[in-house]
């Protein structure tokens, strides 16, 4: 999360006009981390139950939730820029894979 603001703050220092790039940065972001705090409050509300069909059930909703996301963007946002959308949630979503590489 705080991986995809720093991101949004650099696209709305560098790019002009600021504003929709910023807030498409954001959004960008957003689609990355919502669905996984949805997946993690997900699996921590069956405390303890974790079976693979949980597991499934929860990447199932993450993925659902995020090509919602995707589309939501799309539908509502016309003024969106994809540039910054895409490399902001890249980023993020990449940021687990250093994570877990670090660990």
């Not at 939501?72 to 994570?99: C, D, E, R």
Request: with cysteine; aromatic share 16%; proline share 4%.
């Amino acid at each position: 999360m705080v991986l995809s603001l720093g991101a949004t703050l650099l696209w709305w220092l560098f790019y002009k006009p600021p504003g929709d790039a910023a807030l498409s940065a954001f959004l960008g972001g957003a689609i990355c981390w919502v669905p996984s705090a949805l997946f993690a409050a997900r699996l921590s509300a069956k405390s303890g139950a974790e079976t693979i069909m949980s597991w499934m059930i929860g990447e199932a909703l993450k993925m659902g939730a995020t090509i919602a996301m995707f589309v939501a963007v799309a539908y509502w946002y016309k003024s969106a820029l994809w540039l910054p959308l895409l490399v902001t949630y890249i980023v993020a979503l990449k940021t687990y894979w250093v994570a877990m590489a670090l660990r």
